[in-house]
């Protein structure tokens, strides 16, 4: 707080710092919290009611969730990311891709299940966050040809596969709030097939920079439709709609609006 006197806006990304908001308000520095998960306890979301925090989600499957719990959304601000340190390829290579930890919720067994069945090389990026998970549905079908793991990954082994991919599988089984992934296979020029939940159905645009699919069989059909898209869109899409200079003059917008107030 001592730091903060002086400040002209004052953003929070933890939500726990949320309990300064008292003291903020009486220094008089506008404060707004970016919600990054969903609202903790009741207790939060009582404080931030009460003393009027400006939230911003990252999306509007966020701000859906949000405003259910009675707290309103001043934006909603997708994350960005610096697209010109991501390759793009247009030329890609045969074999699908995986990135994301390993468990249930981001349904790796289905991604390896689709792969299997269509007799597609399939490359695994990620930590294994549930062992027995992995033990029991990744491990088994792992060959090195074609079902590959590569475990956790560096920046510049992930961008090289994830540039040469013809087409990033998303099983995500969940309302997930935002899957930065995806935008990162949009920047190098690489179609996503994606289960249509949550923020999935935000990011992918249906028939130009992927599929968005119901089930594991339109999942599948899909896969053989990647050839039609072009790839330029997906990483126009990136640069238009995620990239960190968007992200930026979306909050530098809502910072001068909460200064005018």
């Not at 903020?24 to 931030?48: C, F, G, M, Q, V």
């Not at 998970?133 to 590569?150: A, H, Q, S, T």
Request: charged share 25%.
């Amino acid at each position: 707080l001592k730091e903060a006197r002086g400040s002209d806006v004052i953003h929070l990304h933890v939500q726990w710092l949320a309990a300064i908001a008292p003291a903020l308000k009486y220094l008089r520095i506008p404060a707004l919290l970016t919600l990054h998960a969903d609202l903790s306890n009741d207790a939060l979301s009582h404080l931030i009611r009460r003393f009027g925090i400006t939230l911003i989600a990252i999306s509007y499957t966020q701000r859906e969730r949000i405003e259910k719990r009675g707290l309103k959304v001043y934006d909603v601000i997708y994350h960005g990311i610096e697209v010109e340190k991501y390759p793009f390829i247009k030329d890609k290579e045969d074999f699908l891709i995986y990135v994301g930890r390993i468990d249930q919720s981001k349904g790796t067994h289905v991604a390896v299940r689709i792969a299997k069945k269509l007799n597609e090389k399939l490359v695994i990026i990620g930590p294994i966050a549930d062992h027995a998970y992995f033990e029991r549905y990744v491990r088994p079908y792992i060959d090195g040809k074609n079902i590959v793991y590569l475990g956790e990954v560096d920046f510049a082994t992930k961008v090289h596969y994830l540039s040469r991919a013809k087409a990033l599988l998303y099983p995500v089984q969940y309302e997930e709030f935002f899957g930065i992934v995806m935008v990162e296979a949009l920047a190098c020029g690489t179609p996503i097939i994606g289960f249509a939940k949550g923020s999935v159905k935000e990011i992918i645009t249906h028939g130009i920079t992927g599929f968005l699919a119901n089930n594991e069989d339109e999942m599948y059909n899909y896969i053989g439709l990647i050839d039609k898209l072009d790839v330029r869109e997906c990483r126009k899409d990136a640069e238009t709609r995620f990239s960190a200079q968007v992200m930026t003059k979306k909050y530098m917008n809502v910072y001068n609006r909460l200064l005018e107030k």
